[in-house]
């Protein structure tokens, strides 16, 4: 996040002639991995905090509902509403924020709510937000209100990663995801103090500390859902569908993991980088997690097939290790095919009709599982998409 700032800070500098603070840049230090690794875990889990915090809001603005409670639209903008939680006192608005805590250590004395203190102050003033003038039924855009959860959501995954460290605990990235929403639930100090003690006491032991850790133990369909992700990789919404991460988060994590792991290129028939011969180990798994005790080999379109398989494009059922079937597939469930190189965008599916079909990452580069060189070189890679491109595809809206 501090490398993100800097860029805007810099970014700024060149627009504006006038110093944030940063008026050069080295770009060659940031590592386009580490920015998937944000987005990754950032799109289901900001997603998933989304839909337990507001889950009318969060179906509205994915567009799956017409109307939200306390969003009003005038003349084509939408505004949140500033309304009460039924807490006495919690002036909220969008997915939970809390711009004014009541609580009887409180060293602000609210007109109406008493005794109690300011929250988020920072973050609502950076889009010229006064919260300690908010009042019930004040009108915030909505716009302005993502990108103010947006970065009070980066400030938990950060505070969180940080004592994490401290603690000299290593978790999954969907465990680490799970300590971060219950955090934005109940708060960091106390949440994260609890479970390094849990944690510690256990030796991470799950089934022990499902019962040592206080907030694994609520009993409600929120806690329920937060254990859900803990123990079993499962981003499962308030409506009880799962969240799935993007197109390119799963194709880095995939490609990211056959790369550690050595995975071969295999096609199960005679093929110029064939790296198996008939029986051995020539073989190919239907599913991404069978890899990881079957056949660790793949091919082109075995990895597209996974990658489509973890965000949900495609059922298990419909996985296929041809290049053509997929693309056939893909463009039956009413995929865009996309004719224009310069209208790509990350996350589209490049086909090529002489038997290849790949995962555009932007900027001309791809994940690539042609080979077994490109499977186990460091993806995404590329410096342009090539002339034999036949198409791209993009998923339907």
């Known amino acids: 996040s501090q490398n993100l700032e800097n860029i805007v800070r810099y970014a700024l500098y060149k627009y504006t002639d006038k110093s ?20 990754a875990s950032g799109n289901a889990l900001s997603n998933y905090i989304k839909s337990w915090e507001n889950g009318e809001l969060w179906n509205y603005e994915r567009g799956t509902f017409p109307t939200a409670q306390n969003i009003i639209t005038e003349n084509g903008i939408d505004y ?15 997915y939970g924020i809390a711009t004014f805590i009541s609580t009887e250590k409180g060293k602000i004395n609210h007109p109406e709510y008493g005794k109690g203190y300011y929250n988020w102050v920072e973050e609502c003033s950076q889009y010229n937000i006064d919260v300690t003038k908010l009042k019930e039924g004040d009108l915030i855009k909505l716009d302005d209100a993502l990108a103010i959860y947006a970065t009070i959501l980066q400030g938990f995954e950060d505070s969180v990663d940080m004592k994490l460290q401290a603690n000299k605990i290593v978790l999954e990235t969907y465990q680490r995801d799970a300590l971060v929403a219950i955090c934005y639930q109940h708060g960091i100090d106390g949440t994260m103090r609890a479970f390094a003690e849990a944690y510690n006491k256990c030796g991470g032991n799950s089934e022990q500390l499902r019962t040592e850790f206080k907030y694994f133990n609520g009993g409600d369909a929120r806690t329920d859902a937060n254990c859900n992700l803990f123990f079993n990789n499962k981003y499962i919404a308030r409506d009880g569908t799962e969240i799935k991460a993007g197109i390119i988060a799963y194709a880095d994590m995939i ?13 199960k028939f005679n093929n110029e980088y064939e790296e198996h011969v008939r029986g051995g180990e020539c073989g190919l798994n239907t599913t991404f997690e069978e890899s990881k005790t079957g056949y660790q080999n793949s091919c082109c379109a075995t990895y597209v097939s996974w990658v489509l398989q973890e965000a949900g494009y495609i059922d298990d059922a419909e996985h ?28 589209d599916i490049l086909y090529y009709n002489y038997g290849h079909i790949e995962i555009y990452a932007g900027d001309g580069k791809v994940y690539n599982a042609g080979s077994g060189e490109n499977i186990r070189s460091q993806a995404p890679k590329g410096n342009g998409i090539s002339s034999k491109l036949t198409h791209g595809l993009r998923p339907p809206n």
């Open 20 to 39: 944030y603070g940063v008026t050069e840049l080295d770009l060659s230090v940031y590592n386009i991995r580490d920015f998937k690794s944000i987005a």
């Open 80 to 94: 949140c509403k500033v309304y009460e939680d039924g807490s006495n006192g919690h002036n909220n608005f969008a």
């Open 320 to 347: 296929t290790n041809s290049s053509g079937e997929l693309n056939n597939l893909l463009i039956s469930k009413g995929w865009q095919i996309i004719t224009n190189r310069d209208e790509l965008e990350p996350g």
């Open 255 to 267: 490609h990211k993991y056959m790369e550690e792991n050595n995975y071969k290129y295999c096609v």
